[in-house]
């Protein structure tokens, strides 16, 4: 099966590396989000990452021109822009009753052949294809950030989610140059219900002034040989995201180790969700979202 026209839904972060990363492997992409506003920023930072991506790597991906990338990316804010995609990967914010009402909505415009891979932190990819009228077609597809140069992607089965689906996701995901680790479906899957708490942690660990997010950060560098500390990586993730993961957590498991910090949650009603705000563990200077 040929997949070349892809929906992706939301273009927050992920929606953004998705839709890049598909562009330049020569796809089609019809880009949704729900304000003009927001789609002519997610192009605006397609267009930087693409520079960013020439600067580093000294050559122009493929040889194409940035132009011809970005006129691959098809901008709306409609949703029956749908009906023609052989392929969707749906990126909206982590939160229940936003997803919910987005395949309501986007189940019955497309194709009835049309795979829809969710991008969630830690929801059920199960709950997600219960409300769809094809379960057996809606796989979870937990992409890593940032998208483009990633090449891991940890893939969820459902309950009803079948091999043949899989075998599209296995080929979708090699036509954007990605491997994959097919995992069970319960909330967080693997790498989120081991992380979220981690980073969660941290900054307990930061709230009761046991160390400073610098020093935790550098401990774990120094220390275990990771890249990036906990409170780095909840910055690059969003720690809007962070926080609404562990409520997904806390609420799925009825298990009060995933309650969040307090801190987490003053600092995201302070607007303060690192790296796509400006401002988080650390500080960024302008906003890049
Ligand atoms: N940030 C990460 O590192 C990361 C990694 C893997 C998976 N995820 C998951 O990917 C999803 C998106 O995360 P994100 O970090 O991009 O979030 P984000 O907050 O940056 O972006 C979410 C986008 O969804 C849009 N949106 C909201 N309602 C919508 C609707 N009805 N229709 C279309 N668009 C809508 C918002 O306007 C926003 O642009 C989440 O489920 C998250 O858990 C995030």
Same mark, same amino acid.
């Given at each position: 099966?040929?997949?070349?026209?892809?929906?992706?839904?939301?273009?927050?972060?992920?929606?953004?590396?998705?839709?890049?990363?598909?562009?330049?492997?020569? !796809?089609?992409?019809?880009?949704?989000?729900?304000?003009?506003? @927001?789609?002519?920023?997610?192009?605006?930072?397609?267009?930087?990452?693409?520079?960013?991506?020439?600067?580093?790597?000294?050559?122009?991906?493929?040889?194409?021109?940035?132009?011809?990338?970005?006129?691959?990316? !098809?901008?709306?804010?409609?949703?029956?822009?749908?009906?023609?995609?052989?392929?969707?990967?749906?990126?909206?914010?982590?939160?229940?009753?936003?997803?919910?009402?987005?395949? @309501?909505?986007?189940?019955?415009?497309?194709?009835?052949?049309?795979?829809?891979?969710?991008?969630?932190?830690?929801?059920?990819?199960?709950?997600?294809?219960?409300?769809?009228?094809?379960?057996?077609?809606?796989?979870?597809? !937990?992409?890593?950030?940032?998208?483009?140069?990633?090449?891991?992607?940890?893939?969820?089965?459902?309950? !009803?989610?079948?091999?043949?689906?899989?075998?599209?996701?296995?080929?979708?995901?090699?036509?954007?140059?990605?491997?994959?680790?097919?995992?069970?479906?319960?909330?967080?899957?693997?790498?989120?219900?081991?992380?979220?708490?981690?980073?969660?942690?941290?900054?307990?660990?930061v709230?009761?002034?046991?160390?400073s997010a610098e020093?935790?950060?550098?401990?774990?560098?120094?220390?275990?040989?990771?890249?990036?500390?906990?409170l780095?990586?909840?910055?690059?993730?969003?720690?809007?995201?962070?926080?609404?993961?562990?409520?997904?957590?806390?609420?799925?498991?009825?298990?009060?180790?995933?309650?969040?910090?307090?801190?987490?949650?003053?600092?995201?009603?302070?607007?303060?969700?690192? @790296?796509?705000?400006?401002?988080?563990f650390?500080?960024?200077?302008?906003?890049?979202?």
């Amino acid at each position: 099966m040929e997949i070349r026209k892809v929906g992706v839904v939301g273009a927050g972060v992920m929606g953004v590396g998705v839709a890049q990363n598909l562009a330049q492997t020569g !796809h089609e992409v019809v880009l949704i989000d729900v304000t003009e506003e @927001r789609l002519q920023e997610a192009r605006n930072e397609v267009a930087q990452a693409l520079r960013m991506q020439s600067f580093f790597q000294k050559k122009k991906e493929a040889g194409e021109s940035h132009d011809t990338i970005l006129e691959r990316i !098809h901008l709306t804010t409609d949703y029956e822009d749908l009906s023609d995609v052989d392929f969707v990967v749906e990126n909206t914010t982590e939160k229940w009753p936003i997803k919910e009402k987005v395949y @309501r909505l986007m189940d019955p415009i497309c194709p009835e052949r049309t795979v829809i891979a969710v991008n969630t932190s830690c929801i059920s990819i199960t709950k997600v294809g219960a409300v769809t009228q094809r379960p057996d077609r809606i796989v979870g597809m !937990h992409f890593m950030n940032p998208v483009p140069l990633k090449n891991m992607t940890e893939v969820i089965r459902g309950h !009803h989610t079948s091999e043949q689906t899989l075998d599209i996701a296995r080929q979708f995901l090699k036509g954007m140059g990605k491997d994959c680790i097919v995992v069970n479906d319960l909330p967080g899957f693997v790498s989120n219900r081991v992380l979220m708490l981690t980073i969660n942690e941290a900054i307990f660990v930061v709230q009761d002034q046991v160390a400073s997010a610098e020093d935790v950060d550098r401990l774990f560098k120094t220390c275990f040989g990771h890249k990036m500390g906990p409170l780095e990586t909840g910055d690059l993730i969003g720690l809007d995201t962070i926080l609404y993961s562990l409520d997904v957590l806390y609420e799925s498991y009825n298990d009060s180790k995933f309650r969040p910090a307090p801190l987490l949650k003053k600092m995201v009603d302070a607007g303060l969700h690192g @790296r796509k705000s400006g401002e988080g563990f650390y500080n960024y200077g302008a906003s890049l979202g």
